[in-house]
């Protein structure tokens, strides 16, 4: 995603947001001059604009003030929520809904500069100038920042602040660091920059090359919180192509350290490409999805050290508990297999492992892609109650012909509720007319 117009104004950045965006950060500004503030838009979002790329859920604002307070006086202004205010830091975010439904999330934070106590320790901050600001910041292209004004209520830009000529880099696709300590105050910044280089295919320069490297090997990320660094893994797997990120994580060296015994390889390609190259109507996709994608190969044991080492939610915990059955279940889907065998096979398994298993297997697809489809919500024309009411005694007998008749819906050999009926009476030992 490369810059078209490395000089455009601010101002004409600024008419790239959403009205409704424009309209909220134009009453930001007013009230950011009430406060004897100034705003500024930071981060993500001022590169976001650049790149024309799609708005993020997030708008990051640095005031050079008190934050907390203008979150206050923002939330009462536009019916929004004030949250995760931390008077301490500086900080405090804003929720409020658009027109559309979604949820805008305004992240302030008065301007700091941040000192890392040692490497990977949360970072103690204090008041400084935007400039400032912006140098505590990861990558040059991050740290960019639009002055926010307010004139007769319309939304103004002031200055565009881009002091490490990120708009540059954004142009020759170079993902650069600000200073040499920033991958030892922060190691996670490894994790953001692999995102972000396959995001915009950004490559790092050579110093960055160099950083990364050295922070390899002093093992700095093995200093920061599993849950820091399992936060960023997802982050990734949010991104349109989690694939690109694995392919350059295990480019940089940084793979075995986070994720020990996954590797990139040929095979792990070709089944993310069936998932990107699925046509519509096809198994969707999704974080989790992807998740299982590219820990596929990885063994029980590999996949038992990650649930260990992450605080996982339950659903990733079961689908990495599915994974090794997978593998034993492809090949005994073979084509002549009768849909009861199918569903035999695969019943065991949520959707999410199944939707793996239709892009990693694709001598499968077929069938599993049939399966979700049309046999795993399929039911049989009679329930529990009706085979009470045909004579069958709760207990396991009425279980087993429940699961007999279903197995015979599926195999087509019982098409209504007159023919479950009779299929009934044939099996069941014990109801009038067997
Ligand atoms: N930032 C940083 N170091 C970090 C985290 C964040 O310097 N470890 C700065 C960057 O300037 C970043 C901004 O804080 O742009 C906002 O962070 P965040 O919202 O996490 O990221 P975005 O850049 O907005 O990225 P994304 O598009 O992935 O949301």
Redesign the pocket.
């Known amino acids: 995603m490369a810059v078209k117009n490395l000089h455009a104004p601010p101002e004409a950045l600024l008419s790239r947001l959403a009205p409704e965006r424009q309209a909220i950060l134009a009453q930001a500004a007013s009230l950011a001059e009430a406060h004897a503030a100034r705003l500024w838009l930071?981060?993500?979002?001022v590169?976001?604009l650049l790149c024309q790329a799609p708005p993020?859920r997030?708008v990051?604002l640095a005031v050079e003030g008190d934050a907390p307070a203008l979150a206050s006086d923002l939330a009462a202004r536009i019916g929004g929520r004030l949250r995760a205010v931390h008077a301490a830091f500086g900080t405090a975010s804003v929720e409020v809904q658009t027109a559309d439904g979604a949820t805008l999330i305004l992240?302030l934070a008065s301007s700091r500069v941040e000192r890392y106590p040692s490497p990977g320790a949360l970072p103690e901050v204090a008041p400084a100038p935007i400039e400032d600001d912006?140098y505590?910041?990861?990558?040059s292209v991050?740290?960019l920042a639009i002055e926010l004004r307010a004139v007769d209520g319309q939304l103004r830009a002031g200055r565009l602040l881009d002091p490490f000529g990120g708009r540059a880099d954004l142009v020759t696709g170079r993902l650069r660091l600000l200073h040499e300590k920033s991958l030892r105050d922060?190691p996670?910044?490894m994790l953001?920059g692999v995102?972000?280089a396959a995001?915009l295919a950004l490559r790092p320069d050579p110093a960055a090359a160099a950083q990364i490297q050295a922070a390899l090997e002093a093992g700095y990320l093995s200093l920061v919180s599993h849950e820091r660094v399992l936060t960023e893994l997802c982050?990734s797997l949010e991104e349109p192509r989690p694939d690109e990120t694995l392919r350059l994580a295990d480019a940089w060296g940084l793979t075995s350290q986070v994720i020990p015994g996954l590797a990139w390889s040929e095979a792990l390609a070709a089944r993310c490409e069936r998932l990107l190259l699925a046509p519509g109507g096809a198994p969707a996709g999704g974080p989790l999805v992807w998740a299982g994608l590219l820990l596929y190969d990885l063994d029980a044991e590999g996949l038992a050290a990650i649930a260990a080492r992450y605080p996982l939610p339950t659903e990733a915990t079961d689908l990495l508990r599915q994974l090794p059955g997978l593998h034993a279940v492809a090949p005994l889907l073979t084509p002549g297999l009768p849909n009861s065998g199918v569903d035999r096979l695969l019943r065991p398994f949520s959707v999410t492992a199944l939707t793996v298993l239709h892009y990693a297997e694709p001598a499968a697809a077929a069938t599993t892609s049939r399966y979700l489809r049309e046999l795993r919500t399929m039911r049989a024309p009679l329930n529990g109650n009706d085979l009470r009411r045909l004579g069958i005694a709760p207990g396991p007998l009425l279980g087993q012909t429940l699961e007999a008749l279903r197995a015979a819906t599926l195999d087509g050999e019982v098409k209504s509720r007159e023919e479950a009926e009779a299929w009934v009476r044939r099996h069941a030992p014990g109801t009038p007319g067997s």
Do not use: H, Y
């Open positions: 930071v981060g993500g979002v590169r976001d993020g997030d990051d992240d912006l505590r910041r990861d990558f991050n740290a922060d996670t910044r953001r995102r972000l995001r982050l």
